[in-house]
């Protein structure tokens, strides 16, 4: 198969029309790497995980590439969640997982990073309103799982570490933690692979 066929069959795995200009696939494309293979493999590996199923694992894609500003795989995820029962809901709170942990990663990077002698920044209130956590639409487990993955992206440590325990203590076995990982880690390379300039998130 020629990677010119690798690229199309790509996209048509994604629901993206093929003769849609995506600059950074193109260059791949192109240039012969066989990276694609291995991305297109990979992506449909993490999605069809036994471990979640294809509504989770769409919506955790979806939030991935929400999280990384990538519109045209946020579409084409969402779009897929749905086609697999997502509701209306469920996906308006994907969005806004995606930044509430956002919001969240900053504050507590911050207090992980900061090197300061004095302990004050410890004990002052977050001040920071955080009521979808309470209730999620998504359900506790879900939303924890979402918010590990969103946490992981953003590099916060200690969020990373508070989400696997809540995780933990609600009883999700760690190969689905750590599939629902590998999902992130895979579609983070690929909003890079499906750039589509015109259509990102701002």
Known sequence: MSLTETRNDLLKDLSI???AAIPNLDIMSNG??????????NVKNVLGSE??????????????????????????????????GATE???????????????NNVFYRFKHFIKSASSDYE??????????????????????????????????ESCVNSHEASLRRLGVEKEKIFDAI?????????????????????
């Open 32 to 41: 012969e790497t066989k990276f694609l293979r291995d991305l297109r493999i």
């Open 123 to 156: 004990t002052m209130p977050a001040g920071i309103k955080m009521n979808i956590m309470m209730s999620p639409v998504l359900g506790k487990e879900f939303f924890e799982l979402m918010s590990l993955v969103v946490s992981a992206l953003n590099g916060c």
């Open 182 to 202: 590998r999902l992130a880690s895979v579609i983070k390379g690929l909003t890079i692979t499906i750039n589509a300039p015109e259509k990102q998130l701002v």
């Open 51 to 84: 471990r979640l199923t294809p509504k989770e694992a769409y919506l955790l894609a979806a939030s991935v590439a929400i999280n990384e500003k990538n519109k045209t795989l946020a579409d084409a995820f969402t779009a897929t969640a749905s086609a697999n």
């Open 89 to 103: 809901a469920e996906i308006a709170e994907t969005y806004a997982c995606t930044a509430t942990l956002a919001t």
């Open 17 to 19: 029309d093929e003769n």
